[in-house]
């Protein structure tokens, strides 16, 4: 079963290091490395491949290159792209398994999306200092992504690994249980991380895992939202006076800017949703169009009456079409 499977490991970071070492070294058939960034110095404690002669080179490339100098059988390729829902497209065929391994909530969110869309098994990590967690996704029990987090705590003041440091032992020790999960689920179709969300906590060395439980998916709760581009945002917001533009981001950077309306924080919605129940339409909107496609399902799944529409690519999206976001009332 091993030599016939084929996984995708997305971000060969301290995650990515043992995921794709000890894969390779169980005799996995074929490995697709995607990671567009580059070996930095400041990598190399916890990214092992590396060493001081990679910095500046594609890190993709470079644990391509020695893995299959080390397993000359193994298939190995390597991506340079950025990876979202379309390009994720382009490299999945024939793809048995995603090893999400990246360290920022846009691309967890555009992986995630991908695989429940497609069915495809996602073994996820995340790291933060000294611990770590991993789960794995759309497998037998049938839980995703979004029923553990299902809105993204998008902001820009979350910090990554580079900005918040991470153990380099730790992010060695949750690799490698996300790697043990992915060998047994391949070989045997199940895993104990299937269904569950494992923490490791590297400052006491222990292990705790709770069951997620899988949410309601009786209702379809997409027919009534749509995601608009900015030019389809402005004819609407021009059209319909009676809409109510929200801004679901922290109240601290709605100050900093927006694009007008109301500022109700993603965590409130609960709070919110009992103001809102005369609203009938709503047009949400967030830092990077993820957050309020989030937002915009748990809102369908409670207000299915609503019409609901966001911001594709957010205010991101915004900004890049040229208009102001600094000061929209000026």
Known sequence: MLKKAHVLVVGIGGLGHPVVQYLAAAGIGKLTLADFDRVEIQNIHRQV???????????????????????????????????????????????????????????????SRFTEAHR????FGALHRMEGQLSLFNGRSGTRYTDAYPIPPVSERIGNCSEEGILGPV???????????????????????????????????????????PSNRSVNIDTSIRALTVDEAQELLAQDAEITLVDIREQYEHNDYNIGGICRPAGEMNQWLLEFSNVKSVFLYCNHGIQSDAVSRVLASKRPDMRIAHLKGGLSEWAIAGNDIRDPKA
Do not use: W
Request: charged share 20%.
């Open 171 to 213: 992010a060695g020790i949750v690799g490698c249980m996300m790697a043990a999960g992915i060998i047994e689920f391949l070989a045997t179709g199940k895993t104990v991380s299937d269904g569950r969300l494992i923490r490791y906590e590297g400052a006491n060395c222990q292990t705790y895992s709770v069951e997620i439980a």
């Open 49 to 111: 491949l590396f060493g001081i002669h990679d910095c500046g080179s594609y890190k993709a490339e470079v644990a391509s290159a020695k893995l299959k100098a080390l397993y000359p059988e193994l298939q190995v390729e390597s991506t340079l792209e950025k990876v979202d829902f379309g390009q994720l497209a382009e490299i999945t065929a024939g793809v048995d398994l995603i090893a999400d391994c990246t360290d920022n909530f846009v691309a967890r969110y555009e992986i």
């Open 120 to 123: 495809i098994p996602m073994m």
